[in-house]
């Protein structure tokens, strides 16, 4: 999307930690890296509560970076959309997550009126082999008139 981006990572991080303070319980551990037109990303700090037996990032830990990184990316590009709600979300494990941090990459893929698309990548910090991989739409509030 080659328009101006609308919040920073900054403002971002500042507008999840007002809107949906929950977030944080049990300590932060998800926090927005890179805000740019190219790819938003995230990093998910995870910790033992955040693995399943055989020491791997569980799913459904890996499920809520893929949507809240999502929803980071339609932030940066349309603002502080707090009633935008995820409507659809695929997501293929693609191998085991080894313990420690994982990065998010998400870039919008369509933008229409109601409807914002967005693909998700994931993989362990320092590594480029993916993790999972996740397809999220959203459902825009309507348009103040």
Known sequence: MSHKLKMTAEEIAGFLD????????????IFVETVDHAAISTRFKAGERHLRPGGTVSGPWQ??????TGFVALLAHLGPVALAVTTSATI???????????????RILKKGRSLVVVDVSIAPAGSADLVSHAVLTYSLPPAKQ
């Open 18 to 29: 007002a809107e949906y303070p929950e977030m944080h319980e049990g300590g932060q551990t």
């Open 92 to 106: 293929n494990f693609l191998r085991r997550p080894p313990p420690g941090d994982l990065i998010a990459t998400a």
């Open 63 to 68: 499920f809520t970076l893929a949507d809240i």
